[in-house]
């Protein structure tokens, strides 16, 4: 099992770029939450997902889109880059809401 | 919205105990504790459920006070391998099952 893969790595794009970050996890995972991580502010949750077709906004949502289209893949949006979402952003999945959440390796993003 | 973690930082000689502690100010469903390494992911270490049970590691020991609100992490005899950050994430009603994370406890142990 690869578990949570996020895709890019890296990404650098310029204000005013709309972009998508791809995760993707093979566990069968029906939860899945997405999560910026900024110096100092820990992790804070964007948006979640208890299941395909639901997804819910987290405390910080704006300028972000998701969708769920399966159980597998849940995708962010960024709709036109801010410098202030330059962050490094972390998929995580987990069987039920009370079971560990599984982390991919994050994204580091910067924009410029 | 996010809990509360003290101390920031703590600096340990190898063989101490620490204590971590995570506090909130709405009515807790569950307590999660995660530990993450520079440059890494955060790692899942233990789960606290409202009415007692608890799933997790088998070395780091936590509390959960369902009245105070509040989680303590325990790590005892540390080991160089126990540095990094750590976070305890709360479940709150309403974000339905995800996960409200605090700003973390950095954590560095000596030889």
């Known amino acids: 099992n690869a578990g949570v893969t996020q895709t890019p790595k890296f990404q650098v794009l310029k204000t005013g770029q709309s972009m998508t970050l791809q995760c993707a996890q093979d566990m069968n995972h029906e939860y899945m939450s997405w999560y910026r991580q900024d110096p100092g502010m820990g992790l804070r949750l964007i948006h979640y997902?208890?299941?395909?077709?639901?997804?819910d906004q987290g405390e910080v949502p704006n300028g972000y889109n998701v969708s769920r289209s399966t159980t597998e893949d849940f995708p962010l949006r960024l709709l036109s880059a801010a410098p202030s979402q330059t962050s490094v952003y972390f998929c995580?999945?987990?069987?039920?809401?009370?079971?560990?959440?599984?982390f991919g390796d994050g994204t580091r993003l910067s924009i410029l | 919205q996010q809990p509360v973690q003290s101390p920031q930082a703590v600096i340990l000689r190898e063989g101490e105990d620490a204590v971590i502690n995570c506090s909130s100010s709405k009515a807790l469903y569950s307590v999660h504790w995660y530990r993450q390494k520079h440059g890494e992911a955060p790692v899942f270490l233990m789960i606290l459920l409202k009415g007692g049970e608890q799933k997790g590691h088998d070395k780091i020991s936590a509390s959960f006070n369902e009245k105070k609100q509040q989680s303590s992490l325990y790590l005892t005899a540390s080991q160089l391998s126990y540095s990094g950050t750590y976070f305890c994430?709360?479940?709150?009603?309403?974000?339905?099952?995800?996960?409200?994370f605090g700003k973390g406890t950095s954590l560095l142990v000596t030889p």
């Open positions: 997902s208890v299941g395909a077709g639901i997804t």
């Open positions: 995580a999945s987990s069987y039920s809401g009370r079971e560990p959440q599984h």
């Open positions: 994430g709360t479940e709150i009603e309403s974000f339905g099952y995800a996960l409200n």
